[in-house]
């Protein structure tokens, strides 16, 4: 296919280019190389710390028809519109889209787990939301088309990490999870609630890794693919490549290739040169979340009170309209008046650090 399709110096900037049009080898590289010499001493301090979070006071029995009453409230509330979408249950969270009038979500549910559907609520809100802010009249045509997965993986990981986690989203909904799961959230405090929720440990499952440990986990795909495109790695050798590289950025290894290889979906769809596009989406993310906390007077503030009216209003208005107007990389700096940087996201990360004692 990368030879068909043509490149200049990578063939996997033909395939990368399906994903994420413009972008090059090059620049994934030197952008995961930055996010990986920060996040390897970073983990190491966090292992290191005397604090450890306690993640069973967010375990309990929570039942599967209250978590779905209150996701559907959830994703109402940050401004997803039902009567242009439906949430339903799926293996893996996901989002489709035919219309702005019809973009649907999904999520996962787990009795023990309430966080994984939340997560994956927001996640996919996050989707659905810039697909609803489309416009519809320029629906079938490039302004009415999402310019990038790496922006669209932006609006997703915005929510339900830099919103979603944050103490203010909380102190709205913590008081109504209380009021639904009276029992498994008893006797649980703010304080040790934001703590579980921002824990920081390595996993085995990219899509339930924590904020700092899930680049990694891109990283270690990113590679594997260029080495498996440049024929330095044979496809029936990679379990073996990636317990090892499982073991050298993670320090965990995979007792089964269920939750190791073969965990993803993309490389069985032929989808190579989609997984740079998480950590873009995460670069993104940080740098708008940044402009937009200085563009909104007392955000913060309006998402204690549950208003999260101001930072959709701003996403339609700086984003959304704009569909395939710009390339991502010109998107950024129109919004943010700089070039695309990691140093939003380790200010970020960086900040979840302190509630280790790192810095």
Known sequence: EAEYVGYQNSPYDALLDTFEPYATTEEIATALGDLKNFLAPFLVKIKNSKVKINREVIAGNFDIEKQKAFCTMVAAKIGYDFDAGRLNVSAHPFSTSFHPLDARITTRYSASEFMQSISGVVHETGHALYEQGLPQEHYGTPLGGAI???????????????????????????????????????????????FAINDIRPSLIRTEAD??????????????????????????????????????????????????????????????????????????????????????????ESFSRGDFAPLLGWLREKI??????????????????????????????????????VS
Request: charge should be negative.
């Open 148 to 194: 990038s997965l790496g922006i669209h993986e932006s609006q997703s990981r915005m929510w339900e990490n830099l919103v979603g986690r944050d103490r203010a989203f909380w102190r709205h909904f913590l008081p109504l999870a209380r009021q639904t799961f009276a029992e498994p959230l008893q006797g649980v405090t703010d304080e040790q609630w934001y």
């Open 211 to 300: 904020e700092a440990t899930y680049n990694l986990h891109v990283l270690l795909r990113f590679e594997i693919e260029q080495a498996l495109l440049n024929d330095q790695l044979k496809p029936a050798d990679l379990p073996e490549a990636w317990n090892q590289k499982m073991r050298q950025y993670l320090g965990v290894v995979p007792p089964d290739d269920a939750r190791g290889c073969l965990q993803d979906i993309h490389w069985s769809g032929g989808a190579i040169g989609y997984f740079p596009t998480y950590t873009l989406g995460n670069l993104y993310a940080a740098q708008f979340f940044e402009q937009a906390a200085t563009d909104i007077p007392g955000l913060d």
């Open 320 to 357: 959304h309209r704009h569909g395939k107007r710009f390339r991502a990389g010109e998107l950024v700096r129109r919004v943010t008046g700089q070039d695309l940087s990691a140093e939003p996201l380790l200010r970020h990360l960086k900040r979840k650090g302190e509630l280790y004692g």
